[in-house]
């Protein structure tokens, strides 16, 4: 009945494929940790709808929307923890592990109108084993437009700290395999400020 009752007050709402709901979803919990909701409540499928609309600012087919949060769960990408009168969802790892790939398909830099005189430089040592994930890691500098100085330093003016960290935590690269270095003097840069319309 309460199934039926949501649906029906929501039917208007514009239906997103059945992935990109799973998408919101998963990267509405990594960035939350977890979700507390009344376990009690006979209206806890519409609070976690109505927080993760409210994050997204998306309307949802709340028939998807509902068989997608199930099928995730039964998939084994988010758990379900009673605690008194409390549910708490969470991701699992293997839900923390794809909502990763979703996070670093999204990134991009946000780049600032007024330059702070700061270069952002990502240097990398990787081992020949790794080479298939040093090779990615260099296709996702140069997707968020990083300079190559060398095929191992690569340069930016913008804040990039979050970004090079999660790309760090998604290969599973250690500090002294990636490292960013952040300085103000970087000798003979005009060609550089160029590069970056600075």
Known sequence: ??????????????KKPKVEIAKDILLWLITGSAV???????YFIRNIMSGL?????????????????YRLQKEGCIN???????LYVSLTEKGKRRAGVYQINDLQLHKSKQWDGLWRVVIFDIKEKHRIKREALRGFLKRLEFYPLQQSVWLSPYECRDEVRLLKDFFGFQDEEVRLLITGDIENDSKLRKHFQL
């Open 80 to 86: 379900f923890a009673r605690q008194k009168n409390q």
């Open 36 to 42: 507390v909701l009344a376990a009690s409540s006979p």
């Open 1 to 14: 009945m309460v199934r039926s009752t949501f649906m029906s007050k929501y039917k208007y709402y514009f």
């Open 53 to 69: 609309e409210k994050r997204n600012r998306k309307p949802y087919s709340n028939k998807k929307a509902y068989d997608t949060f």
